[in-house]
């Protein structure tokens, strides 16, 4: 009889260490699926702000981020009479991008920063910026249906046009305009430039190059 005690006091034991065993690889599954969770949150939320900036840069000088207060803050570059022409414009674009993301109920605010007052890294990096911009503004001043121009962080360039969709020379002319802006990113003013993608976009935003 006292062995066959002693039989299932072993048993109950083994029994307990396993229910213990089980529950503590259960509670370390539950903490690993919820880093799992958060990381995925954050990459989305990082690849959401990344969507956000480059449609943002195609026409501004900006930088991005998001606040504790479920804000999504927008800090613009320029002075106050710049800065409060933008910000009606730049809103609509973000709660375009953001509408139906996990960002969706996250009020749009806006910063302005002095270019003479921000970091010398970022003041620099724009500087470049503005002048690539301003120099191939410059080398397509003959075509009269350049609109507006845009860069990406010196790798892509977005000419923003009024051809029309419905011309038949839509895409020689486009292609022509590329080669113009290949010229000037070539030459002795921006020699230093390395490869960048260029996109032409007609009157109703197609890319036709």
Do not use: C
């Not at 026409?59 to 570059?77: N, W």
């Not at 003041?123 to 911009?133: A, S, T």
């Not at 022509?176 to 002795?188: D, Y």
């Amino acid at each position: 009889m006292k062995k066959i005690l002693n039989i299932i006091g072993i048993l109950l034991v083994g029994i307990a260490s396993l229910s213990l065993l089980n529950k503590g690889l259960e509670v370390d599954s539950s903490i690993t699926n919820k880093e799992e969770q958060l990381e995925s949150l954050i990459t989305k939320e990082e690849d959401l702000l990344k969507k956000v900036k480059e449609k943002l840069t195609e026409k501004y000088v900006i930088d991005i981020k998001t606040t504790s207060k479920k804000e999504l803050l927008i800090q613009v570059v320029g002075d106050e009479k710049y800065f409060n022409s933008v910000k009606k414009d730049m809103e609509s674009i973000a709660k375009t991008v953001i509408k139906t993301s996990t960002l969706k109920d996250y009020t749009v605010v806006f910063e302005r920063w002095d270019l003479f007052k921000m970091p010398e890294e970022f003041k620099k990096e724009q500087k470049e910026i503005l002048y690539l911009g301003k120099t191939i503004m410059e080398g397509l001043k003959d075509y009269k249906l350049i609109e507006n121009i845009g860069t990406h962080d010196q790798k892509s360039i977005t000419i923003y046009t009024s051809i029309k969709s419905s011309d038949e020379d839509a895409h020689k002319l486009a292609m022509e305009i590329e080669e113009t802006v290949n010229e000037i990113l070539h030459s002795k003013e921006l020699n230093a430039v390395s490869h960048i993608e260029i996109k032409i976009l007609n009157n109703k935003g197609k890319v036709v190059n």
